[in-house]
Each structure stands twice: as structure tokens, then as C-alpha cells.
């Protein structure tokens, strides 16, 4: 298997402009999770989804952020209006669960510069 | 939810020498207790786990031990090369089954 893979690799963007990342996690897991990482706060667990379906979105800062999984091979992190604040490194991560949630799969990350 | 620290934020050691790296956390109901190595410009990825029915694991030079009573738990690297350099996360989860990670220990070995 490829591996959990993000797209962008890099994105810099002007203050207002929407920020789309996307995520494919590895076939088969049925968690997938978006974090947050910068130096101030480390890594922020913003959303996971189990099977699909978001199961815990108390960590998505403002209602900018938004997060979808339409299928198991696909998910997007949406930011709309992006502000400078935002400038982090967002990583995608997968994982297989057997009764628990056990080692995650991260990307490579997607390094988002706003203006 | 639960809380977790990490100690030291940094680490400085000598090639050959050993790393020690503490992770602490609040929820008892914790059973899984994974290392997270963060290369530079890369995702974290996991070096070692344990989970709460056994007290140490060794994998070569990497070993975990755990401490449930004082719900504690370290990283001991031995012979540190410079690849070794990177940020370590400690990441433990049980009661909610969803991992907290730590704020991370930079690792710096000198050759």
C-alpha cells in the first residue's frame, strides 16, 4: 500500500482565499483523522470520522473549518475564509481499528501558508 | 478528557550515549501506549507500543517501559546515532480509544 497520501504538499494562499486539503488513507481503515500541528500548540486533533461518519469535531477551531468523508477512500478539510492564523502544517492520519483505535498512518502533511 | 505531558522538551545528548523520555498522563482506563518518531518535513510514525498488560518492550536499541500505578510511561533509546535526531511523541489512549499526543521532545544527538 501507498501509504496515507495529502494533497497539497504546500499551499500558499492570500488572507479570504478558500483552502481545500484532501486525504486517502489506507484501504481498509476505518479511522481517519485530520490534526493540526505549529509550534504554539503542537499536535491539535481537529476532527475524526469512523467509518465515514464524523464522530468528534470539538477540536475544528471556527466554523471556517469544515470536514467531509463522502467515501472510504476520500476526505477533504475545507477552510473558507482562510486567515493568516491558519498558517500550519495539517496532517491527515488513518488507522485500523480491532476492538480500539491502535497505531495511526500519518501523511506527509500539507504545509498551508496564508498571506 | 485526557492530559498528557511530556519530559524533557529537549534533549541534548553525546552519539552513544542513552535518551531517556517520560510521558505522563491522567486517564486510568489508558491501556495503549505507542512512540511517535517525527522526521523533519515528514508525519510521525510509530517506533514502538505497549499496551497495559505488560511492563517493558524491547525492539534493538528502542525499549518502552510502563508504570500503570503512576501512570507513567518512557522511551529509552540506547547507543543514540544522529539519525536518531527528531521530535518523539508519546501518545497514549484507552477510555475514549482516541490518542492524546504529547507536545513533543526534540531529540538532538551529536556526533
Redesign the interface.
Known sequence: DAGVIQSPRHEVTEMGQEVTLRCKPISGHDYLFWYRQTMMRGLELLIYFNNNVPIDDSGMPEDRFSAKMPNASFSTLKIQPSEPRDSAVYFCASSLSRGSVGELFFGEGSRLTVL | GENVEQHPSTLSVQEGDSAVIKCTYSDSAS??F?W?KQEL??????II?IRSNVGEKKDQRIAVTLNKTAKHFSLHITETQPEDSAVY?C?P??GS????????TSLIVHP
Open positions: 491501556n495503549y505507542p511517535y518535513g515528514k508525519g510521525p510514525q510509530l507500543d511523541f501518545a489512549s484507552g480509544y482516541i490518542p492524546t499526543f504529547g507536545r513533543g
